[in-house]
Every structure is written in C-alpha cells, then in structure tokens.
C-alpha cells in the first residue's frame, strides 16, 4: 500500500469512528446507576459526582439523585460528616473538614449513585479529595442501565487532576484519531527518506 492509499484509509477510517461514534461516544445512554470503588483498594473519597443531562447535573439530591455506600468514616470515628450523601450535595468541595466529601471506613469503600430516572449523560465528572491523600484517588467506575446491564465500565485517575470525566469529549476522540493518522504518516515518510539516502 501506498502511503497516499494508506492516508486515504486512515482518514476514512477516521470519519467513519467520526459518524458512527462521535455522538454516541460522548454519551453514555440510559445511565441509572453509578458504581465506584478504588481501584488501589485505598480509602474512597469522593468530594462530588455531577452527571451531565442537558445540562442538569442528574446525579444531585436536589435533582432526585440518591446514594449510598459502604459504611463512612465519620459513622466510626465521629467528627465532621463523610456520607454517601455528601458526593451529591451539589458541592465540589474536596476539603475534609468541610464536610461534602464521602470518606470510606476502609479499602473496601463503594459509593453507588441511582439516577431518578435512566438518563443519557454528556459528562460523568468525579471530584476528588484536595486538601490531602490525592494519591488515592484513582476510581473503578461501572454504570448500569435501568435494567442493570453494565453499560461501562473504566479505571479513572484523579491523582494529577480532578475532577475527571468518565464520558470521553468528542475532542478527545478527534485528537486520538489524528494520533493514528500522524504516526502512520510519519513513520512511511522516514521510511520514504531513509530508502532515498540509501
Ligand atoms: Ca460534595
């Protein structure tokens, strides 16, 4: 193949993940509910989780969202609140004290958010802790559909920068595709250049 033929498949190939998966792919359909554990079996803190529906965060109290998890570190040891609860209060907060952030008792902390109804989700954003122990925030995120079937399923590191997005921007997808164009293309020149010093 040449490398005209293979830019030309390579940006065919590009524009077909661009219609088949540009909308879909940033939008996680029919999200009901929202598993999270820590994928380092570390503590899990959780300062917030905002689900994206037209721009309603679905996943707040205020909007119908509920939560629940394995039992939090303020039920064991007193002190300020670390509910499930307080991952959907509607605040990001990821300072401790200020109690909107869910802390686990142990490493086998959950955190489950239900959606008031099944919802298609433009971003899934977690926030993490930022006042302390940033490095235990790396996330295993599973989504459900209304009928429970697994609709995702990913690990998420927030330990450089938080909050992070479960549901990929179409940007992203871009930017990976012209990755794969660019790489192709550079490789075949160099080997082009190298055969004509030869
Ligand atoms: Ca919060």
């Not at 990821?94 to 099944?118: E, K």
């Not at 330990?159 to 490789?187: D, I």
Request: hydrophobic share 45%.
């Amino acid at each position: 193949m040449s490398l005209k033929q293979a830019l030309a498949a390579a940006a065919a190939a590009a524009l077909v993940c661009a219609a088949a998966g540009g909308a879909s792919a940033a939008t996680l359909i029919g999200a009901k509910t929202i598993h999270i554990t820590n994928h380092l079996n570390d503590y899990l803190q959780v300062a917030e989780v905002v689900a994206n529906s037209s721009g309603v965060d679905v996943a707040a109290s205020s909007n119908g969202g509920s939560a629940s998890g394995e039992a939090d570190w303020q039920s064991a040891h007193g002190g300020v609140s670390t509910a499930p609860s307080n991952a959907i209060d509607g605040n990001t907060d990821g300072i401790y004290v200020d109690g909107s952030i869910y802390h686990s008792v142990d490493g086998n902390g959950f955190l489950d958010i239900t959606l008031a109804a099944p919802s298609d989700l433009s971003s899934l954003l977690i926030y993490g802790r930022t006042d302390c122990c940033k490095a235990r925030d790396v996330y295993d995120v599973t989504v459900f559909n209304g009928g429970g079937t697994q609709i995702y399923s990913r690990t998420l590191d927030a330990t450089s920068s938080s909050p992070v997005n479960a549901v990929p921007e179409p940007a992203t997808w871009a930017l990976m595709m012209l990755g794969v164009v660019g790489v192709g293309a550079t490789l075949r020149s160099r080997r082009k250049l190298a055969l004509a010093a030869a």
